[in-house]
């Protein structure tokens, strides 16, 4: 199982945060506090990276089966989904605010921008690709990365679960 991070990710949500008057840092995760502007406000408002068509065509020409994992505000997140035009179902956007939890066997990934989620789902066993957000072009660094590892040789197990 793909389980893929929502915020930072999927949605730009520094970008986001700034047309709210509210500036970020980038990968600092610990700072940022709902006191200004409510969940449902800001993911109404959110844009999607530029580069996520792209990331899900490349996990659905796959052979994984993929969800999403995110810390908190699941219901929001899939609404935003849906206004996008991707139709998925609410229960295949999982909120979790210890995503290793979700980490069962060898061979289940998570793709986060947060280093400790990577941390903490390595040390449950998993595979973590950390999608680095202060990377000149993090999509590009994770196609390198998906181009070898989606082979089903390198996620052993994964056809036959
Ligand atoms: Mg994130």
Wanted: aromatic share 18%.
């Amino acid at each position: 199982m793909i389980n893929l991070d929502f915020d930072g990710v999927c949605v730009d949500f520094i970008g986001t945060a700034k047309t709210f008057g509210i500036e970020v840092t980038q990968n600092d995760f610990n700072v940022w506090s709902w006191d200004k502007i409510s969940p449902e406000e800001f993911y109404r408002r959110a844009e999607l990276q530029p580069w996520f068509f792209k990331l899900w065509d490349a996990l659905e020409e796959s052979d994984h089966e993929f969800k999403f994992l995110t810390k908190d505000f699941p219901e929001e997140k899939h609404s935003l989904l849906w206004r996008h035009g991707i139709q998925f179902p609410k229960t295949d956007v999982i909120g979790a605010e210890k995503k290793e939890i979700y980490c069962r066997r060898p061979y289940d990934v998570l793709i986060d921008d947060n280093i400790d989620n990577c941390k903490a789902w390595s040390k449950a066993g998993g595979i973590a690709y950390f999608f680095d957000l202060a990377q000149p072009d993090p999509f590009a660094d994770f196609l390198s990365w998906w181009n070898v590892k989606a082979d089903e040789a390198n996620f052993p197990g994964s056809e036959k679960c």
